[in-house]
């Protein structure tokens, strides 16, 4: 049995390596001190496709799969822990609403995120609400064709410089965690508050406290949460072990690319994610 990374997951880690030392790491420690978030460094990696490894190309992503995922975010992680955040936070809305959207939500919020041109947010964690998601207590309020959201938020990443971010919220308690959905809000709106949070380390990831007075959203529910949770919480055990052990398992059953998430091979995905460096270098 070869648990040896394939040519193609090698290149990737390898353009991922190199970007990490010439892009990220110069700086580093300047933009922590500084406060200083990346907003040209976030665009860069979309640019390179970094976000896509698990968005299918009819949504802008290459399809790499998860194994490609953990390393790039690998490598940006060891030169610089607030980029990976970053990272996380374009990944992890583009993936729930791929899964778990409709079709015109997927087309209109999952290229943006891909490639950049959106900062990514999602707000889960309230002041009595963490690990133990179910404990949250924003509610969201149906209105005719539209939602009423009201509560808090806190430690959201990302807050301060997005725009807009998936809020998730009960929709209906009785069904206690299957009676939660998430939605896709815009920050400017009546009644929402953001204030600013200091964090002891990774200084150059912003976050916000969000307070929502009866904010008023179009957009119907992106799907039933408790699905939801198990892609878009990389910060719970089961959010990371999860792609982990299908990546692993492909692996063995396979002799296709590990965790490939399309169904076919990414072929020249690599190969362009190098090309694209490279040009970019010159």
Known sequence: MDFELSD????????????????????AAKDDREKNFRGDLVKKMGELGFYGTMIP???GGNGLGFLAMVLITEEIARAHSAMRVAINMQIGPALTIVQFGTEE?????IPPLLSGEKIGCFAITEADAGSDVAGMRMIAKRDGDRYLLNGSKIFITNAPVS???LVYAYTDRSQKHRGMSAFYADWDQPGLTRKPIETLGALSSPHDKLDFLTIAHGMLPVANFHRITLSARASTLGGIMRPICFAVLRL?????LVGCS?????????LR?????VAARR
């Open 8 to 27: 193609e997951l090698i290149a990737v880690r390898d353009v991922a390596r190199e970007f990490a030392e010439k892009e990220i790491a110069p700086s």
């Open 252 to 256: 063995i059953t396979s002799s296709n």
């Open 262 to 270: 399309t169904g076919r091979s990414p072929g020249l995905a690599p």
């Open 105 to 109: 939500q997927r087309r209109k919020f």
């Open 273 to 277: 994610m190098r090309s694209t460096y």
């Open 163 to 165: 725009q807009g971010g």
């Open 57 to 59: 190309d009819l949504y």
